[in-house]
């Protein structure tokens, strides 16, 4: 009979430590929040209703770069690479850049799985009438459904949004026109995915593996806590389970609490100090200036970020699987235009800009910087924790919901460009 296994909270050996929220806490701190206007709110900026850049003063406007040379010219490519076996090589085909928006909350991740609705689901169908007569035979004799195959430059989770990711999808056929892909897509998205745009490109380029930055923003409610939730239950009595990522109703009795776990690395832990409970005044809230200056601590250094990753493997990329190069990094207060508030909805706003991101590494920053904000720990906290052991020392992922990926760069990162400067 399999044991239950029992965590303690990580000690930290700060001053501090006595302020520190545990896991549980961090939790129920993130997730007791009005995150519907902030849902609303990347609705809107999908639909094309509204615009992050208008978040910021003074405005912003960005020039992304299309991708299209990735530092060769179109024109100078070799056209044919025909070998003398009549067939033809990978220089043959068209390759096309397609840019989406998606609503997080309306799909089930990026990375297609079987019977959940995902975006790159969405996305292969629709391209299944563009493929060449070859892949279509082939895909008919293996008994597989007629889709097209597209490269991503990041997977995206459960509940997290796009405004600029970066896709790819090749063809051997030469009458195919962006427009058309575009109508393909769009009319198969149900109007939670659209494309920003579509352009010929590179047919050495790659989303992924050409790209030379990614930008997240992740919008944090500040407004009042919500004391009660859908039924009348207390937010308190939600456990959330990181397997299934969804929210399941049950109370925290003193029987089930031992057995309780978040995931594998973010375990709810429980405290136990001689068997008696500690009651210790832990702060109730963060200063937004205090995440700030944590997070800049970050910018322009090669790290290793093993401890904010969850479920890390080793990539397919240059260097240790685990070091990222972080380009920038800043929080602000800013207010989110709501129709039911007149004066905005004050949210905090995190952008963080880096060569690459591991998986749940900004969710987990976010709600580290938070509670370390929040404990009044030295701004140098982050980087101390990066050489921790273990890595419940970081608190568990933030809500999916406040995530967006805003854009992926193919260029060098211009610090002009940031929006929180």
């Known amino acids: ?38 849902l609303d709110f990347y609705s809107n900026a999908v639909e094309g209703n509204t615009s992050v850049l208008n978040l910021f003063q ?7 770069d299309d991708g299209i040379t990735e530092g060769i010219p179109l024109e100078s490519e070799l056209e044919t690479s025909t ?11 068209v390759n096309f850049k397609i840019v989406l928006s998606y609503n997080g909350t309306s799909f089930d991740g990026w990375q297609k799985q079987p019977d959940l609705h995902t975006v790159q689901g969405v996305v292969e169908k629709s391209l299944g009438e ?56 769009n009319k198969d998205a ?64 003193e029987e089930n609490t031992e057995e309780v776990v978040l995931s594998e690395d973010d375990e709810l832990e429980i405290e136990e100090t001689s068997k008696e409970l500690q009651v210790v005044e832990k702060p109730s809230d963060f200063s937004v200036s205090k995440v700030d200056q944590i997070l800049q601590q970050l910018q322009g250094k090669v790290l290793s970020y093993k401890m904010f990753a969850r479920d890390t493997k080793a990539a397919r990329n240059e260097g240790p699987p685990t070091e990222c190069f972080m380009y920038h990094a800043r929080a602000a207060e800013i207010k989110l235009s709501c129709s039911d508030h007149v004066e905005g909805r004050r949210v905090m706003c995190v952008e963080l800009v880096a060569n690459r991101f591991l998986r749940k590494m900004v969710r987990v920053l976010v709600a580290t910087s938070i509670r370390e904000a929040a404990a009044g720990a030295d701004n140098d906290a982050l980087l101390k924790l990066l050489e921790a052991s273990c890595r419940r020392a970081t608190a568990p992922p933030a809500p999916s919901e406040g995530l967006c990926l805003f854009d992926v760069g193919y260029t060098d990162f211009d610090p002009q460009i940031s929006l929180i400067s």
Not at 3 to 13: G, K, M, N, P
Not at 83 to 93: M, V
């Open 1 to 38: 009979m399999a044991t239950s296994r029992v965590y303690v909270h990580y000690h930290h050996a700060d001053a501090c430590s006595k302020a520190r929220w545990n896991a549980r806490e961090t939790f129920r701190f993130m997730y007791d929040r009005p995150w519907q206007h902030v």
């Open 58 to 64: 003074p405005k912003k406007h960005l020039v992304h």
């Open 83 to 93: 070998r003398k076996d009549g067939r033809s090589g990978r220089w043959e085909r």
């Open 130 to 185: 563009f493929v060449d007569e070859k892949k279509a035979q082939l895909l008919k004799k293996k008994c597989k459904p007629l889709e097209g195959r597209v490269l991503v430059a990041g997977r995206t989770d459960k509940g997290v949004s796009a405004l600029n990711q970066v896709c790819s999808f090749y063809t051997w056929r030469k009458d195919i026109e962006p427009i058309a892909i575009e109508d393909a897509i």
């Open 190 to 253: 149900s109007g939670k995915l659209k494309v920003v745009s579509i352009s010929k490109v590179s047919r050495s380029f790659h989303p992924n593996f050409s790209a030379k930055w990614r930008r997240y923003l992740y919008i944090f409610p500040l407004d009042d806590i919500e004391p009660l939730c859908e039924g009348g239950k207390n937010h308190e009595n939600y456990i959330f389970d990181e397997n299934h990522e969804k929210q399941r109703n049950g109370l925290l009795s």
